[in-house]
């Protein structure tokens, strides 16, 4: 039973134009989200986060838009650049739930940036 | 300002044995995450410790146990190891036990069982 679901393994975009990664969840305790990006044999950095609270975050090229009524979001790139290509996985937690944080992840999406 | 390094980077056991890996956390942080990553797969969460304590556990058998010392750093153990156990450990730090503070990464043991 996956509660977040990353339905695109691999997405190409070309250099400059917007990448547009999308997740979905099932879990409605879920109420803190999370984007990190890997490349291959390094661990994964933060990218972006997001509160349940509100529905887009912004940080430089990185957004973030949640839309909590349909257990959705999604992480805009603009422009996208070489250096981005890599895997991003999104993770969410519960923060009201109580408890620890341990994080579910998604299975990732390979984004591919073409020159 | 380190950030969260674990050891070894690569390892390879056979069927049965022991392992032990380890973890210290970023500085400043004082909790600490395991996750398993399959090939393939996202990082599936193991156990998390705060303040010396098992906090929370996700869906792993009681071979996989784990201890935080005092100064945060952390050890993650799996016995009678399985071929199945073969995958990517990641150990992650963050501060405090419930809290909007992202969890920092470091960049894992590769365990591969023969």
């Known amino acids: 039973d996956q509660q977040v679901k990353q339905n695109s393994p691999s997405l190409s975009v070309q250099e400059g134009r917007i990448s547009i990664l999308n997740c979905d969840y099932t879990?409605?305790?879920?109420?803190?989200f999370l984007w990190y990006k890997k490349y291959p044999a390094e661990g994964p950095t933060f990218l972006i986060s997001?509160?349940?609270?509100?529905d887009k975050n912004e940080d430089g090229r990185f957004t973030v838009f949640l839309n909590k009524s349909a257990k959705h979001l999604s992480l805009h790139i603009v422009p996208s650049q070489p250096g981005d290509s890599a895997v991003y996985f999104c993770a969410a937690k519960s923060i009201s739930g109580g408890g620890a944080d341990g994080l579910t992840f998604g299975k990732g999406t390979h984004l591919i940036i073409q020159p | 300002d380190a950030g969260v390094t674990q050891s070894p980077t690569h390892l390879i056991k056979t069927r049965g044995q022991q392992v032990t890996l380890r973890c210290s956390p970023k500085?400043?942080?004082?909790?600490v995450s395991w996750y398993q990553q399959a090939l393939g797969q996202g990082p599936q969460f193991i156990f998390q410790y705060y303040e010396e304590e098992e906090r929370q556990r996700g869906n792993f058998p009681d071979r996989f146990s784990g201890h935080q010392f005092p100064n945060y750093s952390s050890e993650l153990n799996v016995n009678a190891l399985l071929l199945g156990d073969s995958a990517l450990y990641l150990c992650a730090s963050s501060l405090g036990g419930q809290s909007n503070q992202p969890q920092h990464f470091g960049d894992g043991t590769r365990l591969s069982i023969l």
């Open positions: 997001i509160s349940s609270i509100k």
């Open positions: 879990n409605s305790m879920f109420d803190y």
């Open positions: 500085s400043g942080h004082d909790t």
